[in-house]
């Protein structure tokens, strides 16, 4: 199995920005499409961003298109999630996840075979 364990949470003023990490373990963490979802109060789970096994192709939920920026580096076996121009509505608790084989939109937790315990985000205004 994969385990995940994000960092770089916190409390941010709105408009800031804030850069997630999500550390994982195991040799084949190349062969594993990664992506990020987030909860917030009272709401259920919800789609972020995701990226590819090669980094190369990437999908975001429409509200932080041109706002957030998923990377990886298989080298370091780590993903991130670069968020500028934050807004109140992005505090959450930040999950990143990671999926095996070749997804069309990865968008649906459902799709992900591995789990971080998450990273509490608060944007103030």
């Known amino acids: 199995q994969v385990q995940l364990v994000e960092s770089g949470g916190g409390l941010v003023q709105a408009g800031g920005s804030l850069r997630l990490s999500c550390a994982a373990s195991?040799?084949?963490?190349?062969?594993?499409?990664m992506g990020w979802f987030r909860r917030a109060p009272g709401k259920g789970r919800e789609f972020v961003a995701a990226?590819?096994?090669?980094?190369?192709?990437?999908n975001y939920e429409d509200s932080v298109k041109g706002r957030f920026t998923i990377s990886r580096d298989n080298v370091k076996n780590m993903v991130f999630l670069q968020m500028n121009s934050v807004k109140p509505e992005d505090t959450a608790v930040y999950y990143c996840a990671a999926y095996r084989g070749t997804l069309y939109s990865a968008e649906s937790w459902t799709d992900y075979d591995y789990w971080g315990q998450g990273t509490q985000v608060t944007v103030s205004s």
């Open positions: 195991g040799r084949t963490f190349s062969s594993y499409g």
């Open positions: 990226i590819t096994r090669n980094g190369v192709y990437t």
